[in-house]
């Protein structure tokens, strides 16, 4: 059974921190690609990083020079380090696993809720 679980979310002030922690089981971690997406109520999801299972990572513009994403395939763990918060960062976090592969599926964690005050 693929599990994600997210966890690290919270309630921030603007300019904080936060990391994100993504825990994969039931996969053969190293050889996915990852992503973490975010979702604010009454729009679609969105993708905030990516990092392949080799390979550069990927970054939204809108937080670029804020957000590092970063994997640990020891710990079957995706990170998202979240700098510099802004409110418009508030929004449901989700991380997504996809093998390398044509048709392959995708599996998604739970979410995980951040939210930065003014």
């Known amino acids: 059974q693929v599990q994600l679980v997210e966890s690290g979310g919270g309630l921030v002030q603007s300019g904080g921190s936060l990391r994100l922690s993504c825990a994969a089981s039931?996969?053969?971690?190293?050889?996915?690609?990852m992503g973490w997406y975010r979702q604010t109520p009454g729009n679609e999801r969105e993708l905030v990083a990516h990092?392949?299972?080799?390979?550069?990572?990927t970054y939204a513009d809108s937080v670029k020079g804020r957000f590092t994403i970063s994997r640990d395939n020891a710990k079957n763990t995706v990170y998202l380090q979240m700098n510099s918060l802004e409110p418009e960062d508030t929004a449901v976090y989700y991380c997504r696993a996809t093998a390398p592969f044509i048709a392959a599926p995708s599996y998604w964690g739970q979410g995980t809720q951040v939210t930065v005050s003014s």
């Open positions: 039931g996969i053969s971690f190293s050889i996915y690609d």
């Open positions: 990092i392949p299972s080799g390979g550069a990572t």
